[in-house]
């Protein structure tokens, strides 16, 4: 029992690693711009669904593949903002949600048209295996997805503190006409930000798609559990989110491993409401 | 060094400033003054490319800068200190400072500039750790003058610098600003401070209702009687 319960421990502050890093690029662009980007997860899928590809048509491994999904989808983030985000960035927040959205369905029904509703998976990957700590077995894959959550969110975390363009980032999230008489272009920083936020995305996708199925859908919970994290995090705070992604990990699998699997999701979103009605700036954010 | 002729300026699509025309000279302080409401920071504004104006024409050092991007116009040498300071609150005095430099990637030549700033406000250097919201007003102000100097401008926009801080500070920021315009730096200045203003000043502008009412220079303006009628309370 006890073995079992460390056993969980371990799994939760695993995926609670992975969900600080999805997590992150949500937190990022809010903070920023103050968009909330509904699509998220549908990035994390993209990146999944291309990971996949790599392997399925050149056979090559997912370990091996992302950097050219990470590379793909800071692309494709710099892509969404100039057509999509720029011409709405000062409308009302509906015409915000609804272009966000807007991408999330087309995204789903991209996939769903070209790749079916099949649930697909990766065999056998250069990650495959299980190392055992005494009664504790962790999964090789889920435990180089962590670590790679933690490189990533430390790299995001040393480039916004660290570096002159960081800084800048920084600097149009507090006060954007205060960054344009610095002579600092708002719109480049936004691009940016649109870039870093979705290549985390990648990253976790890219890591994910070595133990997890890869199916159209795949994005919904985990952009519904960014959403938590984020929330519990304070929208807009990096090291928030990072913090809070592993409760929510932990939350998710102690739930399950109490209660019952079937109530996991239940408490994650239990702590959401808890969130929002006790405390819904967050535990980093700010206001 | 700075022509503004016949601008034109709307913020919400409401004119704020009418029909406004004048100059400031390389090495010049130069006041613009007027009461609450009278578009005297949309003036500000319109010359850092915050907002754009619609009519008229301003050219900088030779240069047409009405249609000019903020960060094109910050690296031809203008530099603004906005109204209300509008430091970055959760970032440190330093790095504060460092964005004010966000267009120079040489280190030495950051270095030098905060050498020079820390030289003018000796106490910014002690605080450079701390976050810019945990300062008291005027250690603020200092930090958003610090900051607009970072960038090595030519030309020093300062809205009113005496904003929110304590009057014995006041009098230490105008002998600052003295001291900036000798290091080279030409000033518009734009200040409630109507006493101060006209003291510190070359020339000053008398903005009402969105034009310009007056002009002269310092000493012209404080002996008239309109002004003293409607500013100074004389």
């Known amino acids: 029992m006890e073995g079992l319960f460390i056993q969980t421990l371990v799994s939760g502050l695993l995926i609670g690693f992975l969900y600080a890093l999805i997590a992150v690029g949500l937190t990022m662009i809010f903070g920023m711009m103050d968009i909330v980007n509904f699509a998220h997860g549908d990035y994390l899928m993209v990146a999944m669904y291309f990971s996949f590809w790599c392997f399925a048509l050149f056979g090559m491994d997912p370990l091996y593949s992302l950097p050219a999904v990470t590379l793909l989808l800071f692309g494709l983030g710099i892509l969404t903002y100039y057509l999509l985000i720029k ?180 408490f994650v979103l239990v702590l959401y409401l808890g969130v929002v009605f006790i405390r819904p700036q967050g535990l980093l954010g700010k206001k | 060094m700075l022509n503004v002729e016949g601008v034109q300026l709307r913020y919400s699509n409401i004119p704020v400033i009418h029909d406004v025309s004048f100059r400031v000279d390389q090495g010049e302080i130069v006041s613009i003054i007027g009461g609450n409401g009278n578009g005297k920071s949309t003036i500000l504004k319109g010359l850092s490319g915050i907002i754009h104006p619609l009519i008229g024409k301003v050219t900088f050092n030779g240069q047409d800068i009405t249609k000019a991007s903020s960060d094109a116009i910050v690296a031809l040498g203008m530099s603004h200190v906005p109204e209300g300071r509008r430091l970055f609150p959760n970032l440190t005095v330093l790095k504060n400072l460092r964005l004010g430099a966000f267009l120079t990637r040489d280190t030495v030549e950051i270095n030098r500039r905060l050498d020079y700033v820390y030289g003018i406000f000796p106490i910014l250097k002690e605080r450079s750790e701390q976050k810019a919201s945990t300062l008291s007003g005027g250690e603020q102000q200092m930090v958003a003058i610090a900051r607009g100097l970072m960038s090595k401008p030519k030309l020093l926009l300062l809205d009113e610098p005496s904003w929110g801080i304590a009057p014995i500070l006041v009098e230490k920021i105008f002998a600052v600003i003295r001291e900036i315009r000798k290091d080279g730096v030409t000033i518009l200045l734009v200040e409630q401070d109507v006493q101060e203003a006209l003291d510190i000043c070359d020339r000053a502008y008398v903005i009402q209702t969105g034009r310009v009412a007056q002009e002269g220079t310092g000493q012209e303006l404080l002996a008239s009687e309109t002004i003293q009628k409607s500013f100074l309370g004389l």
Not at chain 1, 151 to 157: A, D, E, K, R, W
Not at chain 1, 200 to 214: C, E, M, N, R
Not at chain 1, 237 to 243: E, H, I, K, L, P
């Open chain 1, 87 to 266: 011409p709405i960035i000062n409308a009302p927040m509906l015409s915000q949600i609804f272009v966000t959205f807007g991408v999330l369905i087309f995204l789903r029904g991209l996939a769903t048209f070209l790749w079916k509703v099949d649930y697909r998976m990766i065999p056998q990957t250069v990650l495959s295996g299980n190392i055992h700590l005494g009664d504790v077995y962790i999964g090789i894959p889920q435990l180089t997805a962590a670590a790679g959550a933690i490189i990533c969110n430390g790299l995001v975390l040393w480039f916004l503190k660290k570096t002159r363009l960081g800084m800048a980032l920084e600097a149009v999230a507090e006060d954007k006409e205060a960054a344009r008489l610095m002579g600092i272009n708002s719109d480049r920083m936004f691009a940016l930000a649109w870039g870093i936020g979705i290549a985390t995305v990648g990253v976790a996708g890219a890591l994910l798609t070595s133990f997890y199925y890869v199916f159209p859908e795949v994005g919904a919970n985990f952009g519904l559990i960014a959403f938590v994290v984020v929330a519990l995090g304070g929208f807009g705070s990096v090291t928030g989110a990072f913090a809070a992604g592993i409760i929510v990990g932990l939350v998710e699998v102690l739930s399950g491993f109490l209660i019952g699997p079937q109530f996991k999701f239940m």
